[in-house]
């Protein structure tokens, strides 16, 4: 039970909690609001990722830039998939969309002489020499360390300094998302979710609305990915295999897909989760190897899907109607 | 013209095991609505099966088969019973299908890694054995997959257009309530179709473990989207476009390693092909090479 009482581990879970929660905001718009079913999103926070790795160390941009740069890559990589398939019907573009991700993630192992490859971000060439890509966030993270300190003492790291970062710009995105969802925008959206020929009738381009929230959608995602590669310092391509994409589904459906405001808790029930297998050690955990725990997170995830979706699928805070219909 | 004759074998072999795999998830998708995303993963559990079987326990190979064959039907039947038919009865939408299927996959390959373990392992069969036909150099392992492949698909499509319960499934997919009202029984179809899905994935799963000679527990996944484009390739919910599918994607696979393109694809890129498939077929003939075009906004 030692890790309960760990401060270091509730910081790890609450950060990731925050990015993860991010990313969902975007899965969010584009599920909740426009009803487009996006199984490809960890593509776009590997695209936002890997522009500001590349940028920064191989053509030594300002981090600045290089973060903008790279939620507008993820955002113009939505738009791109947006363009080419989501005129198809819904499982079309599922499978299209995983197939997107994958593409996106086979370039970046196998273009190694500009990604590094498999080694990830560390083996990108890099004309100083050493350094990675996070020196000019670094100053800042420790600057906020510095304040930390008086109060944590030694208990002060980076961790706790993300998170007091992270959680704000979370919060601030729910924010700005439940403003969004107030919009006439919004409306037409979520009757397009319904019926597309109400809407269309009424003269709106259901497709450009669609769109408009995969890209809004995608650069959340993009946005996730800056916090990602900033929390990790480092980048490779098995950081975002599939199944990431299904870690933000599983926080927009347990905070209901229409709810916004639930997102921060489902991303912390999620970020227990995903943290506590890896940390706690009670029985019978204990008796679990450490690769055994990485499988029973999986597991885990699996299982609250598979539950979730037959035992309520309108979530922790959704309502039952606004699921079943689509 | 021997790398013609080598590359097209390997393609015959390659899109065998694609036809297999991707019939199973076109007639699930026809019957249910469902795209199967843990497919990939029951080819996985079907060659670690065969191969505790064949290799732990050391009982014959072709019993280890059907054994593997029979637990992929039992836990499609066990699924169907617990997880499907409720999910049928709360009328669960798209999302919903998607993400449980997509838990099922998250859950079972925890299971094959805990239970055989992360290694790589390989069957009980001389994998270096080779002949040599008309220059092209031909594995023992790729020789029973092609020949055992196609009395699988024989098979497979004798039973779609000759047995009672293909016939059904093909009325129940046309239409699901005229076909109900015509005296179909809705829950043996679907259980049908639960269990071919299941013994084809383990058939797949075994086939392809032999083809790789050596493989782990990562193998069925990493094919996934390659079924799928067989799929979409095929026509989505059609039977014999996926057999079709399935083929011709694995001969595009290997012919696009010919000289004539681009000088000769890399073999690093195969996935890329299938890949580039899906996308293609998306974009240009989303109703694939069988469908008519019924999409609509």
């Known amino acids: 039970m030692e890790a309960f009482i760990q401060p270091g581990f509730w910081v790890f879970v609450l950060t990731m909690a925050g990015i993860y929660g991010i990313f969902a905001l975007g899965l969010q718009i584009q599920y909740g609001v426009a009803g487009v079913m996006n199984f490809g999103h960890v593509g776009m926070m590997a695209i936002s990722g890997y522009t500001i790795a590349v940028l920064v160390i191989k053509y030594e941009w300002s981090f600045w830039w290089a973060a903008l740069a790279g939620v507008s890559a993820a955002a113009l990589g939505g738009a791109l998939l947006g363009l080419a398939t989501l005129r198809l019907s819904g499982d079309y573009f599922a499978i299209a969309s995983i197939a997107f991700a994958e593409i996106t993630r086979y370039l970046i192992l196998n273009a190694d002489g500009v990604t590094g490859g498999t080694q990830g971000t560390l083996a990108i060439p890099n004309p100083k020499g050493f350094g990675g890509y996070t020196d000019q966030v670094d100053v800042i993270l420790y600057w906020i360390m510095d304040r930390l300190y008086p109060i944590f003492g030694d208990e002060t790291s980076r961790d706790m300094a993300m998170l007091s970062v992270v959680w704000p710009f979370l919060f601030l995105f729910i924010w700005i998302s439940s403003r969004l969802q107030k919009t006439s925008w919004a409306t037409v959206l979520r009757a397009t979710r319904e019926d597309d020929d109400v809407p269309a009738s009424l003269g709106k381009n259901v497709f450009r609305f669609r769109l408009q929230a995969l890209v809004i959608g995608s650069a959340f995602g993009g946005i996730a990915g800056v916090f990602w590669a900033v929390q990790f310092m480092l980048l490779a391509p098995e950081d975002f295999l599939r199944i990431v994409t299904f870690y933000g589904w599983m926080i927009l459906i347990l905070a209901g897909a229409t709810k916004v405001k639930g997102l921060a808790i489902a991303a912390i029930f999620f970020g227990f989760l995903y943290g506590a297998t890896r940390f706690l050690d009670f029985w019978p955990i204990s008796e679990l190897s450490s690769p055994e725990r990485a499988y029973l997170r999986i597991f885990l995830i699996g299982l609250v899907l598979v539950l979730l979706m037959v035992k309520r699928p309108q979530g922790l805070f959704g309502k039952r109607e606004e699921m079943v219909l689509e | ?297």
Do not use: C
């Not at chain 2, 590359?7 to 095991?17: A, D, E, K, P, W």
């Not at chain 2, 709360?90 to 290694?119: C, D, H, S, W």
């Open chain 2, 1 to 297: 013209m021997t790398d013609l004759i080598q590359y097209l074998f390997n393609g015959l072999v390659v899109g065998s095991i694609f036809a297999i795999a991707a019939v199973g998830i076109s007639l699930l998708y026809s019957v249910l609505r469902l795209v199967n995303f843990a497919a990939g993963d029951f080819l996985t559990l079907g060659a670690f099966i065969t191969y505790f079987f064949s290799v732990t326990i050391e009982i014959n190979f072709f019993l280890a088969i059907i054994i593997s064959m029979g637990a992929g039907m039992a836990i499609s039947w066990f699924l169907e019973l617990v997880l499907w038919r409720n999910l049928r009865r709360n009328k669960a939408g798209t999302l919903a299908l998607f993400l449980v299927a997509t838990g099922v996959a998250l859950m079972l390959r925890p299971i094959i890694q805990y239970v055989f373990g992360t290694e790589t392992r390989k069957f009980n069969v001389d994998i270096l054995k080779t002949y040599d036909f008309l220059g092209a150099r031909i594995a023992h392992t790729q020789l029973m997959v092609l020949i055992f492949g196609s009395l699988a698909i024989m098979t497979i499509a004798l039973f779609m257009s000759k047995a009672r319960i293909g016939k059904d499934m093909r009325a129940y997919a046309n239409n699901p309530s005229l076909a109900a009202v015509s005296g179909v029984n809705v829950d043996r179809v679907v259980m049908a179709t639960w269990l071919i899905s299941g013994a084809l994935g383990s058939l797949a799963g075994v086939f392809q473990g032999l083809v790789q000679g050596q493989f782990n527990n990562a193998m069925g996944d990493t094919l996934l989207l390659s079924f799928f484009a067989a799929v979409v390739l095929g026509t989505i919910g059609d039977a014999y476009g996926a057999l079709a599918g399935g083929i011709l994607l694995g001969l595009f696979m290997e012919l696009s390693q010919l000289a004539i393109f681009f000088g000769g694809v890399p073999s690093n890129y195969k996935p890329v092909v299938a890949f580039a498939t899906l996308v293609l077929v998306l974009l240009f003939k989303p109703e694939g090479l069988f469908g008519y075009r019924t999409r609509k906004v």
